[in-house]
């Protein structure tokens, strides 16, 4: 069966340091991957998306990035975090083709910037 | 674009009553759509989706869902709520783009008392 995991589980980070929060996704190949971020207000923000190697699609500017340098490893970082990055980070998954159409998602990165 | 509609909030229900928990879409071409829960602090978790066929969704702990082309609705329903099944609950749609991205609805909390 596949599983995702997502680490560390918690963060507290200065404003101005940089980020590196990672995602594997275990029991599949060439999966479709996802970062999102839920603020306090519930909702979900599609940060980036990638559907292979090296290949990165950003749905919204800001000072984020996302690097995907495995088949099943995905990382989301930043130089220099603002406080307006705290948030509830989420990583996500989902199958190629034969009907898989929903993502699968990791448990998540409490991320407080102070 | 697609979007989606969650217009409550907040659904309060007494356990061992029915739920409904609503949603609306919009999206051009035929409707791929999803509904996730979240518990505190979790990842969030997939229930049911409507790809094609019966309009009538089976899910997991009991949950189902509508599918109403006619008035673009795809509304969470459990015959008996459970307390256990307080939770923020989002409806999704499944983007045209062709990457498999979702467009989530802002959540709708449900509260089941005693």
């Known amino acids: 069966s596949q599983t995702i995991h997502q680490w560390p589980a918690t963060l507290v980070q200065p404003v101005g340091s940089p980020l590196s929060l990672e995602c594997t996704v275990e029991?599949?190949?060439?999966?479709?991957l996802y970062w999102y971020r839920q603020a306090a207000g519930r909702g979900l923000q599609l940060l980036f998306y990638?559907?292979?190697?090296?290949?990165i699609s950003s749905e919204v500017p800001q000072n984020l990035s996302a690097s995907r340098p495995q088949d099943r490893q995905f990382i989301l970082s930043s130089k220099k975090l603002l406080l307006s990055d705290s948030g509830f980070y989420l990583c996500?998954?989902?199958?190629?083709?034969?009907?898989?159409?929903?993502?699968?998602f990791g448990p998540g990165t409490r991320l407080t910037v102070t | 674009a697609q979007s989606v509609a969650q217009p409550e909030d907040q659904v309060n229900v007494a356990e061992g009553n029915p739920l409904t928990v609503k949603c609306t879409y919009s999206?051009?071409?035929?409707?791929?759509l999803f509904w996730y829960v979240q518990y505190p602090n979790r990842g969030l978790q997939f229930l049911l989706k409507y790809i094609t066929g019966d309009n009538l969704v089976k899910g997991s702990y009991g949950f189902e869902a509508e599918f109403n082309k006619s008035q673009t609705s795809f509304h969470l329903k459990k015959p008996s709520a459970l307390v256990s099944d307080s939770a923020l609950y989002f409806c999704a749609v499944r983007d045209s783009s062709g990457y498999s991205t979702l467009t989530f609805g802002k959540g709708t909390m449900l509260l089941v008392s005693p």
């Open positions: 996500a998954w989902t199958g190629r083709g034969g009907g898989t159409y929903e993502q699968y």
């Open positions: 029991g599949t190949s060439n999966p479709n």
């Open positions: 990638s559907v292979g190697i090296g290949q």
């Open positions: 999206v051009s071409g035929n409707p791929y």
